[in-house]
């Protein structure tokens, strides 16, 4: 846990605040999955952010959800979800370990 006094005996409200942007940012993630979830019902059944994960794959099956996250610009959490959907709908696979297996896309 972090200190909220520094040596000059001042409060830093930091600690705070950044836990308090982390519970509405969670918060906000069951608002944004329903609204994707009603984009992919229209699309045809894959989100932009899928296609672009499924994309990454075929270039690199060995890449990783921290990896995508940083090439597409989104959180880890969002790549990590779409990863989840992709494999509950049958479109990718994971062959071995987080750390040392690979995607397949089928």
Known sequence: MQK????SGMIDC????????DV???AMYQYVDSASDAEKNRNGG???TEKEIISLIK???HVRAFEM????LKPVRTIENNLRQLKEKGVIIRIGS?????WKIN
Do not use: C, V, W
């Open 14 to 21: 930091r600690p705070f605040i950044d836990f308090m942007l």
């Open 4 to 7: 909220s006094h520094n040596s």
């Open 24 to 26: 509405i940012e969670n």
């Open 59 to 61: 270039e690199n099956a």
């Open 98 to 102: 987080k750390k040392t297996g690979y």
């Open 46 to 48: 894959l989100s932009e």
């Open 69 to 72: 996250a940083q090439r597409l």
